[in-house]
């Protein structure tokens, strides 16, 4: 066969909290390395041979074996992956002519994207910033008051401070706020995140930090007490551009290497928990989209780092398409699974409104289809992860036919309760030999998008 000419992607594969990033990608490689066009459909694009697995460049490498194992052997879901990991490989795509692919993955954490918010900022920006977002919302004041009243006393002492303010994450972490900065607290540098339950708040504390270690914590004052105390905002001031050195600015390089994005939204939860929910999705969605478009200008060396409003097509690692994914689709019965899309549509409209030169897409997916329709309308059949009662179960072979009390709206209704709408979880349907991919549900499509 004639070689056409090699192509290269870098692929941001991100979403918000727990909307299976790691399963997505597993799964991806999957179909990409036991390729089988009546299992993974590639349309026009042709055929995948000579998969070859390679080592990136730099950043951790993605466990893909180790997740593969484990879904298929343990029959559960994959631990969370650590903090951001990159997948690559080459492989020949084609038919009669074909052209050599090379292949990144790069997963970012989507609880990362809120220290976006420091991207080229000082540290009495970043916290005047924070701060005002909080008290501009009164879901998040009812939780960070104490905090709030703290930061105005008079006298400030540091580990009053820090420790209030991580009592005030917490509770934003067990109220699924998104807006919870550093984000060190929210995902440890290990990849660890704290437990939502009231019983371990003093533990969660005490283990979670906001900063790079427990040395180096800091926390958002108001430029009142910044100028009360410079002594202490100047230590803080020292931690907080150490943090964004580590942890800030490597996420928006690596972000501005990358040409294509895909966003994973978990419709179900949050029509499950709620409106709230919904908004302060609306709202993380706004810092995937500011580190998106980040960009540095080169002219004799690196100058500066800062976003720079130029044409797509003059931009260094300009993204040129996103895919926006409607994760987890497998939960609604299939002939609910479009609305998904709409509500889709509605979430990303300011994101799509605000950008210039970028391909979009909207599709519902589920990179590991565990579920069936039921014969009942509305009905579903598989392996729930809980009963009735809410104790969880033990992985087993076991399916049962479960009803959803509500469809899918076509579109956002104008209000509704947490728990109005219920999407049980299960677990995974995936076969022990590596090389039987599991079933999917348009991971091909966002593919051929993609590529």
């Given at each position: 066969m004639p070689k056409f000419y090699t192509q290269r992607r870098r692929i941001a594969v991100t979403g918000l909290r727990n909307t299976g990033k790691t399963v997505f990608i597993t799964s991806l490689i999957n179909h990409l390395e036991y390729f089988d066009p009546k299992r993974f459909d590639l349309g026009k694009l042709g055929i995948i041979s000579g998969f070859q697995e390679?080592?990136?460049?730099?950043?951790?490498?993605?466990?893909?074996?180790?997740?593969?194992?484990?879904?298929?052997?343990?029959?559960?879901?994959?631990?969370?992956?650590?903090?951001?990991?990159?997948?690559?490989?080459?492989?020949?795509?084609?038919?009669?002519?074909?052209?050599?692919?090379?292949?990144?993955?790069?997963?970012?954490?989507?609880?990362?994207?809120?220290?976006?918010?420091?991207?080229?900022?000082t540290y009495?920006?970043?916290?005047?910033?924070?701060?005002?977002?909080?008290?501009?919302?009164?879901?998040?004041?009812?939780?960070?008051?104490?905090?709030?009243?703290?930061?105005?006393?008079?006298?400030?002492?540091?580990?009053?401070?820090?420790s209030e303010y991580k009592h005030a994450l917490f509770r934003l972490v067990a109220n699924y706020k998104p807006l919870i900065s550093p984000s060190t607290f929210l995902l440890s540098r290990d990849g660890k995140q704290p437990s939502s339950s009231h019983k371990k708040e003093a533990t969660t504390v005490q283990e979670f930090f906001v900063g790079i270690d427990e040395h180096s914590q800091f926390v958002p004052l108001t430029s009142d007490a910044i100028e009360s105390d410079p002594d202490l905002a100047d230590e803080f001031e020292s931690r907080f551009k150490e943090y964004q050195k580590e942890v800030v600015y490597p996420l928006v390089e690596s972000l501005r290497e990358c040409d294509r994005m895909i966003v994973l939204l978990d419709i179900p939860m949050i029509l499950q928990t709620g409106p709230g929910t919904l908004n302060d999705s609306?709202?993380?969605?706004?810092?995937?989209?500011?580190?998106?478009?980040?960009?540095?200008?080169?002219?004799?060396?690196?100058?500066?780092?800062?976003?720079?409003?130029?044409?797509?097509?003059?931009?260094?690692?300009?993204?040129?398409?996103?895919?926006?994914?409607?994760?987890?689709?497998?939960?609604?019965p299939p002939d609910e699974r479009d609305n998904l899309v709409d509500l889709l549509r509605a979430m990303t409209l300011g994101s799509i409104s605000r950008t210039n030169g970028i391909k979009f897409e909207h599709i519902h997916a589920s990179a590991v289809?565990?579920?069936k329709g039921g014969q009942d309308p509305g009905s579903l059949v598989g392996r729930c992860m809980f009963d009735e009662e809410g104790r969880k179960r033990a992985p087993s072979d076991d399916e049962m036919e479960y009803s959803l009390e509500k469809e899918v709206p076509d579109d956002w209704p104008n209000t509704w309760k947490p728990n109005d709408y219920v999407f049980p979880d299960v677990y995974p349907k995936i076969p022990r030999p590596v090389f039987k991919p599991p079933k999917h549900s348009n991971l091909d499509e966002i593919l051929r998008f993609l590529l």
């Open positions: 390679l080592t990136p460049k730099k950043g951790p490498v993605f466990d893909y074996a180790s997740h593969r194992l484990r879904m298929g052997r343990d029959g559960t879901w994959p631990i969370k992956t650590k903090d951001g990991s990159r997948y690559a490989c080459s492989f020949k795509l084609g038919g009669k002519w074909f052209s050599d692919f090379q292949l990144e993955l790069r997963d970012f954490p989507g609880e990362r994207f809120a220290d976006v918010g420091m991207y080229g900022k009495e920006v970043w916290s005047n910033d924070l701060l005002n977002a909080w008290m501009a919302d009164s879901d998040y004041i009812t939780h960070v008051r104490p905090y709030l009243d703290l930061v105005e006393q008079e006298s400030l002492d540091e580990d009053e401070l820090v609306l709202e993380s969605l706004k810092y995937v989209q500011i580190a998106a478009q980040q960009s540095f200008l080169q002219e004799w060396g690196k100058l500066a780092m800062m976003a720079i409003p130029l044409p797509a097509g003059w931009r260094f690692g300009q993204i040129t398409k996103v895919c926006f994914v409607a994760a987890k689709s497998d939960k609604v289809r565990s579920t």
